[in-house]
């Protein structure tokens, strides 16, 4: 967790200042250049991403080494920054920065968090351990801006050179305190170390032949095919629910508080009061709602369907509210939409007995899982982008604007219906086991 908030928090001090960067240097093409360098990182991020979680199981490259090598990443995107005011070239220098997985939304780091927390963990604690990182992160979103702010009061300018000195800290924290890769003999039996104990028996490596580099890049895609194939078809569900959140929260990830700013007329304290609500709701629902509701044996499957309502109302409110002060007071309906994403990795990363290999390939199976986030969100902010453009231009009754966040939670109804399913076939099984 300290190593996803030391990342985090200096990316987040910026956000403001860029926002208003790219506002001022992109006038109206704003939600263009925005929205295209995002489906480019998408299209760039999804291999590596799943190539990254590939390489970061124990027994391959191993975490500690593709988060140190992520980490180092999003630190030189912040160098950039602080030596340039150009937005194209801030841009551009993200969009590259997507091949290592750490574009602008650093979503290989907390994906390879999440599978080494499964190296370790117990299978039925994933789901709260998964929710207090994603608090973590939510708390590091709302701490940051108030931060960013107390620090340009005393510095006028150079809010880019702080943030790049502060998120030094968190390559040097992966480097000198994260955990290294548990040790292979005495590793606690978790789906994760049963995988690398059955490679490990299967005999001495042949580094003459079969374990060139043609045949790692060879078995790499097989293994990242067959990790694809499990989610189509064993967690289909779980994985189109997941997909159907981040397509749509990717969609307005850089265009909601563009979009409020121009359409809303957010001032400079109304925007840092809704990313400090959805920060600081996201971060006590995440670390102590979600837990308690595991505490008490709540379904997984139930917080999966909860969260999903929740997301679609959360557009919604976006489409219809105009009043600042009432779009404040309902974000926590948004932060509550969140815990869909941690329940349905949760489901998507449970492991039976009767699961073939790559389901115990957590490194494999969540890269992947975040690779389909990547594709799906190039299709999203598109949509959006062009529906928050050119509003005006569209016939009655879809001419205000707030029709993209309403198309949004439109696009939302299969993953609400496909989790009232998942949640209903869960109770059946259980009833048909109790009897």
Same mark, same amino acid.
């Given at each position: 967790?300290?190593?996803?908030v030391?990342?985090?928090v200096?990316?987040?001090?910026v956000?403001?200042?860029l ?5 001022v240097?992109f006038?109206?093409?704003a939600?263009w250049?925005?929205?295209?360098s995002m ?10 991403l799943a190539w990254?979680?590939?390489?970061s199981q ?8 593709v988060? &140190?090598?992520?980490?180092v ?17 801030i ?9 290592v ?5 650093n979503?290989?780091?907390?994906t390879t968090?999440? #599978?080494?927390?499964?190296d ?5 604690e994933?789901?709260?351990l998964?929710s207090?990182?994603q608090?973590a992160?939510f ?15 005393q ?20 480097l ?5 890769? &548990? ?16 490679s490990?028996?299967s005999?001495?490596?042949?580094r ?10 060879r078995k790499a895609l ?5 990790? &694809?194939?499990?989610?189509?078809s ?5 994985t189109?629910?997941?997909v159907a959140?981040?397509?749509?929260d990717?969609?307005?990830q850089d ?6 700013k121009?359409e809303?007329?957010?001032g400079?304290?109304e ?5 400090a ?16 509701a ?10 999966l369907f909860?969260?999903v309502v929740?997301?679609?109302a959360?557009?919604?409110?976006y ?6 002060i ?5 974000e926590?309906i948004?932060s ?5 994403t ?5 489901l ?8 073939? #290999?790559e389901a ?22 598109l949509?959006?982008a062009?529906l ?7 016939p ?7 029709v993209?966040?309403?198309?949004l939670s439109?696009l939302m ?5 496909l989790?009232?399913?998942? &949640? ?5 099984s ?6």
């Open positions: 967790i300290t190593a996803v030391l990342d985090l200096p990316m987040s001090m956000m403001l200042s926002l208003d960067m790219y506002k240097q006038g109206n093409n939600y250049f925005t929205t295209g489906i480019i990182q998408s299209l760039l991020g999804a291999p590596a990254l979680g590939h390489l124990p027994h391959r490259l191993g975490r500690k080494r988060i &140190l090598l992520m980490s990443g999003t630190t030189l995107s912040l160098a950039v920054t602080a030596m340039t005011n150009n937005a194209y070239i841009i551009s220098f993200q969009t590259l920065l997507a091949l997985g750490a574009g602008t939304a979503m290989g780091m907390v968090v999440s #599978a080494w927390t499964t370790w963990c117990n299978p039925s994933k789901t709260t998964f207090i990182t608090g992160l708390g590091a979103m709302a701490v940051a801006p108030i931060a960013a702010a107390l620090i340009q009061r510095i006028n300018s150079g809010i880019f050179v702080v943030a790049f000195g502060l998120k030094l800290l968190a390559p040097l924290y992966v000198l305190r994260f955990p290294n890769d &548990l040790d292979r003999d005495s590793v606690a039996l978790t789906p994760t170390s049963m995988q690398r104990r059955l490990m028996s005999g001495p490596l042949n003459s032949g079969d374990d060139t580099f043609k045949s790692r890049v097989s293994h990242i095919t067959k990790a &694809l194939r499990f989610l189509l064993k967690r289909f569900a779980a189109f629910c997941y959140i981040n397509f749509a990717s969609a307005v265009i909601v508080l563009l979009f409020l121009k809303r007329h957010f400079p304290m925007v840092s009061a809704i990313i609500m959805i920060g600081g709701a996201g971060c006590v629902i995440q670390c102590f709602g979600v837990p308690a595991d505490m008490i044996r709540i379904r997984t499957e139930s917080m909860v969260g929740c997301m679609a959360h557009f919604a409110i489409a219809w509210v105009t009043s600042a009432m779009i404040v007071i309902l926590p948004g509550m939409g969140y815990v869909a941690v329940a349905s990795m949760a998507v990363s449970g492991v039976d007995a009767s699961d073939a #290999a115990r390939d957590q490194g494999t199976l969540l890269g992947v899982l975040s690779g389909l986030r990547m594709i799906a969100s190039c299709v999203g902010p949509l959006v062009g928050s453009t050119n509003w005006q231009t569209l009655r009754p879809f001419n205000w604007p707030g993209s966040f309403a198309t439109v109804i299969p993953a609400v219906v989790s009232a399913k998942l &949640l209903i076939d869960a109770r059946h259980a009833c048909c086991a109790e009897a």
